[in-house]
């Protein structure tokens, strides 16, 4: 248990469908992230949130959206997706973006299928 | 542009030793992190290195040559719970992590 929760676990999904992730961190951090994870690919960073504020997006086609309430949750909204982003996500929580040793903690992710 | 290599699996024996590998090339460097993650499971923190030289915790050790742009995770004594992907991260100039695909670490009895 790292302090990062993330639901569903798994997720099944048409192409028309309109569905969204959710992550909270448990730990008081004011950085949070959003992973795309691919089988036998580096961690592919989406998203990135410092006290509430998106600070980047790293050109992610926008059927995927963001959101950030407040600094302990984070949304992952999805909408016409296609098979090629099936993948796992994962959500990530740190102290503070722009430290040197700022650690980031994972939640356990979505196993995502698109059909 | 920027990258990180390490070999794509390895494989051991239960008890023995064995070396994980990384070298890198980054735009800057902020330190170098060391992640294990078993199947299906997040990734969890083993270590962070950004000063030369070796940081070792239990059965853990985590190597830094900031000169050779090479670091190199070190396990002991390994169990049969240590088969899982060890991932190598720098963090770049911008604050921001720059993976590796992960090693599949397989353990044989």
């Known amino acids: 248990e790292t302090g990062v929760t993330q639901t569903p676990r798994h997720l099944v999904m048409g192409m028309t469908n309109k569905k969204s992730l959710k992550c909270e961190q448990h730990l008081g951090h004011n950085a949070m992230y959003w992973y795309k994870q691919s089988a036998k690919k580096p961690l592919e960073l989406m998203f990135v949130y410092n006290f509430k504020e998106q600070t980047e997006n790293n050109s992610v086609p926008s059927r995927f959206s963001p959101e950030c309430p407040n600094s302990s949750h984070l949304f992952l909204h999805l909408h016409t997706l296609q098979p090629e982003d099936s993948a796992l996500y994962l959500c990530?929580?740190?102290?503070?973006?722009?430290?040197?040793?700022?650690?980031?903690?994972f939640g356990p992710g979505t196993r995502l299928t698109v059909l | 542009g920027q990258n990180i290599d390490q070999p794509t699996e390895m494989t051991a024996t239960e008890g023995a030793i064995v070396q994980i590998n990384c070298t890198y090339q980054t735009s800057g460097f902020n330190g170098l992190f060391w992640y294990q993650q078993h199947a299906g499971e997040a990734p969890t923190f083993l270590s962070y290195?950004?000063l030369d030289g070796l940081e070792e915790k239990g059965r853990f050790s985590s190597f830094l040559s900031r000169s050779k742009g090479y670091s190199y995770l070190l396990l002991k004594e390994l169990q049969m719970k240590d088969s899982a992907s060890y991932l190598c991260a720098v963090m770049d100039s911008n604050y921001q992590l720059i993976w590796g695909a992960g090693t599949k670490l397989i353990i044989k009895p």
């Open positions: 990530a929580s740190s102290q503070d973006r722009g430290q040197g040793a700022d650690t980031q903690y």
């Open positions: 290195n950004v």
